[in-house]
């Protein structure tokens, strides 16, 4: 089976602008969870999504979004980007729900935001 | 105070020797979660836990639920384990709280 992918893997943006990124799960994983790592702050969660239904939220604000497509496919959005939201963000996917299963996490994609 | 430490933050180890990793959570879980993090980002997960132990190769996983602690065994170790381990709360908030991280380097 094919891994998780992510798309783009990098990005340059500057402040203001907004950013959509992808991921891919594994064929037959519903759960996508979407994390951001910086080295200030380690990882933290952003959110899950099951079935095309967000099941929880990190502590980001509200510029920070995302959806599920049918094919379980996910999105996340940042609008309005700070300097601080440079980081690398990783998605993961699952069988069922991320806290209780084995997730396998795609490449990442490292922002870089000016 | 961090609701997942991690100790500790780095370890130098030479070829051979036996690691350990430790985790203490204060948030109720799920499951507890151990990751390897390589050098360019790759997140791999190692082990997923509920209770008891788990091994898989030359790495051990054991948890105890009613201390709130999780330690990750490396027996023999080699260079090839040189990474980042990072220890992850699935929390009973429906959320995944991390722990800081250990830098492991194994040196032949």
């Known amino acids: 089976k094919a891994g998780v992918t992510q798309t783009p893997r990098y990005l340059i943006k500057t402040r203001g602008q907004q950013v959509t990124l992808s991921c891919s799960p594994i064929s037959g994983h519903r759960s996508v969870s979407w994390y951001q790592q910086t080295p200030g702050q380690g990882l ?22 995302g959806r599920q497509f049918s094919n379980s496919r996910s999105e996340m959005n940042v609008s309005t980007l700070e300097l601080g ?24 994609t490292r922002l870089l935001v000016l | 105070k961090n609701e997942v430490e991690q100790s500790p933050q780095n370890l130098t180890a030479q070829e051979g020797e036996f690691i350990t990793i430790n ?3 204060s948030v109720g879980i799920s499951a507890l979660h151990w ?9 791999v997960s190692l082990f997923m836990l509920s209770s008891g132990k788990k091994k898989h190769g030359r790495l051990i996983a054991t948890i105890n639920i009613q201390e709130k602690h999780s330690s990750l065994h ?24 991390f722990g800081a991280g250990t830098r492991l380097t194994v040196k032949p």
């Open chain 1, 44 to 65: 933290q969660f952003l959110f899950e999504y099951f079935s095309e239904t967000q099941r929880n939220k990190g502590n980001f604000p509200g510029r920070f979004s």
């Open chain 1, 85 to 108: 939201d440079s980081a690398l963000y990783l998605c993961a996917s699952s069988l069922g729900t991320s806290l209780g299963e084995t997730q396998y996490f795609g490449p990442g």
């Open chain 2, 23 to 25: 985790c203490s959570y």
């Open chain 2, 35 to 43: 990751l390897q993090q390589h050098p360019g980002g790759g997140i």
């Open chain 2, 74 to 97: 490396i027996t023999a170790s080699h260079p090839r384990d040189s990474a980042v381990y990072i220890c992850a709360a699935g929390s009973n908030n429906n959320d995944m709280r």
